[in-house]
C-alpha cells in the first residue's frame, strides 16, 4: 500500500470531481475571454477605463513647441499694438452706440448716410464744446467766491455751542479757512500741467482722429463687413447674427440710456438748485450730468461739487436740502429711471458690474469705466449663448448605452400639447427670444402669435409646432419685425434671392421670377416638378430682409 492516494480514487458518496487543468507547452488559445455570469446580473456598470502613458512622439514634441512658439509670437505682436487695439476697440463702441441713431435719422430724412454720420459726430463735438465753455468759468468763479467768503462760514460755524467746543479743541475753522483761501493757488499749481498737455496735444487729436475716422467706416458700411464675415459662418450664421444683434442693442440702449439719465440729471439738479437760489446752477447741472456718465461713482462726485458751492448760499440749509434731494434722486434714478431706459437690455450682475468698471477704470481710467459694463453685458451674452447652445456644439461621445427606461404614453390634453410646443420653441436655437411667440390651443388647433426678427424664425415656429403630437392644424399670426442690421431695400433683397436660388441646383433660376415690395417676396414662374417649387420657397426663407413670401410658382408636368 503506498502512502500517496491514487488518482483514480474517489470518496465515496460523492460526484466525480473535475479534473484540474493541464499545462501544457502548446500555443495558447487566442479565444477572447468569457466575462463571468456574476458581472452580468450586476446593475452596476464598470466603466473603468485604462489610461495608458507612453513616450511622446518626436513630431508631438515638436507640434507642442511650434504650438508655443506661435503663441508666443502671437501675445508679442498683441502687445506692440496693443494701442491700436484699443483705438480699434473704442471706434467700435463709438459705432456701436451710434449705429440705431444714425439708422432713425437716415430712414425719416431720406439724406445720404455718410451725412447723416458727419452731422452728428459735429452735433457730438459742439455739445462738448459748449458744456466745457459752461462749465469752466462757472467752477472757477464758484472756486474763487468759496474762498473769498471761507471766514464768514467759518464764523457762522462757531455759533453752534457744541461745534465751538470741538474748533476750540482740535482748530478745525483755522485749518478749513487756511485751506480754503489755498484754493486758488492750487488751481493755479493745476494749470502748469498745461504745457505737457499740448506737448501731447497733436497726438491726441491725431487719435481722436482716427477713432472718428474708424467709426466712420464701420457705421458706414458696418451691415456690409457683418454679412461678409457671417458669410464665413456657414450653418451657424443665423445664430451668430442673432448674437451680433444683441450686442449692437445692449451697447447701443445702454450708451444712449446713459445719455438720457444724464440728462434728467442736469434738467432735475438745474431746477432744484434754482429753486435755492444757488448762483450758475445750469452750470452747476451739466456738471452734474456729466458725472452722472461715469458708472458706480459718477453721480456722488458731481453731487460732492454741488454740495461745496451751496456753501456759498444760505448755510446749512441749502446744503441739507442738496444732500437730501440728491440721496431721493439717487434711489429714484436706480429704481425707476434706470429700468425704464434700458429695459432688459443689460441684465448684468451687480457683482459683474462693480469688477468690470474697476478693471476698466484700471486700464483706461475714466473712457474703462465708460465702456466697462456694456463689455460685460456683451460678454454675458456670448456666455449665456454658449451655454444654451453647448450641447449642439459638444462632439458625440460614446457613452454606456443603457435601454430607455419604459414610459406610460402621457394624456393629450390641452396644457401637454402646449408645454409640448413650448418646449420645442425654446429649444430651437433659430428662435432664441422664443417668449416673444405666445402659443394657445383649441381642439388641436395651435395659435401662433407674436413677433420674430425675420421670416425664417417665423416658418421655424410654425415648423416646431406642427411636429408636436396632436397638433392638427397651425393658425400663423406671428409678426415679422426686422431688426436694424436686417434693414435692405427691396432691390438688395431681390437680388440676395435670385443668388440664392441659383445656387440651388433643385431649383430652375431660369424659370423663376422674383418681385419684391416692401420685404414681401412674389415667387412666379413655370416648374416641372413640386419639388422644385419647394426648393425655391425654402431658398427665400432663409434670406435676411424677408418678411413674407408668396409661392405663385405654377408647377407644369413635362
Known sequence: MSDTPSNNSKPSGSEEAPAPPVLTAS???????????????????????????????????????LILAACAIFLYLVWRVRDVIRLVAISLFVALALFPLVDGITARTRLPRSLVILGTYLLLIAGVAVVGYVVVPSLVKEVGQLSHDAPHYAAELR??????????????????????????????????????????????????????????????????????????????EQRYRKLIIDINRAVADYVLGNIVISVFATIATWVVLTILGVPYALSLGFLVGFFDLIPLVGATLGAIFVAI????????????VWIAFIIVWQRFEDYVVQPLVYGKALRANPIVTIVSVLAGAALLGILGALLAIPIAAAIQILIRDW?????????????????????????????????????????DPLLRHSSEVAVSVDDGVVTLRGTVGSFGQRIAAVRDARKVDGVDDVDDQIEVRLLDIDGRSDAEVRGMVLQAIASDPDAPSESIDVKVTDGLVTLTGEVSYQFQSDAAYDDVVSVFGVIGITNEIRVVNP
Do not use: C
Open 387 to 427: 451655454w444654451a447652445n453647448r450641447g449642439h456644439d459638444a462632439p458625440h461621445q460614446n457613452h454606456v448605452m443603457h435601454p430607455p427606461a419604459r414610459e406610460e404614453p402621457k394624456l393629450l390634453t390641452k396644457a401637454t400639447v402646449e408645454e409640448a410646443i413650448r418646449h420645442r420653441l425654446d429649444e
Open 309 to 320: 458751492a451751496t456753501l456759498t448760499v444760505d448755510f446749512p440749509t441749502a446744503t441739507i
Open 159 to 236: 455759533r453752534n455751542g457744541t461745534f465751538r467746543h470741538y474748533d476750540n479743541r482740535y482748530h478745525i475753522t483755522t485749518k478749513l479757512v487756511d485751506d480754503a483761501r489755498r484754493l486758488p493757488q492750487i488751481l493755479g499749481h493745476l494749470v502748469g500741467p498745461l504745457k505737457d498737455v499740448t506737448v501731447q496735444a497733436a497726438s491726441f487729436i491725431g487719435q481722436l482722429v482716427t477713432v472718428l475716422a474708424i467709426s466712420f467706416l464701420l457705421i458706414l458700411h458696418g451691415r456690409e463687413y457683418v454679412n461678409l464675415g457671417l458669410g464665413l459662418a456657414g450653418s451657424r
Open 27 to 65: 500555443k495558447p488559445q487566442l479565444s477572447p475571454p468569457v466575462a463571468p455570469v456574476a458581472a452580468v446580473a450586476s446593475p452596476a456598470v464598470d466603466d473603468t477605463r485604462l489610461v495608458r502613458l507612453a513616450t511622446p512622439s518626436f513630431s508631438g514634441i515638436v507640434r507642442a513647441v
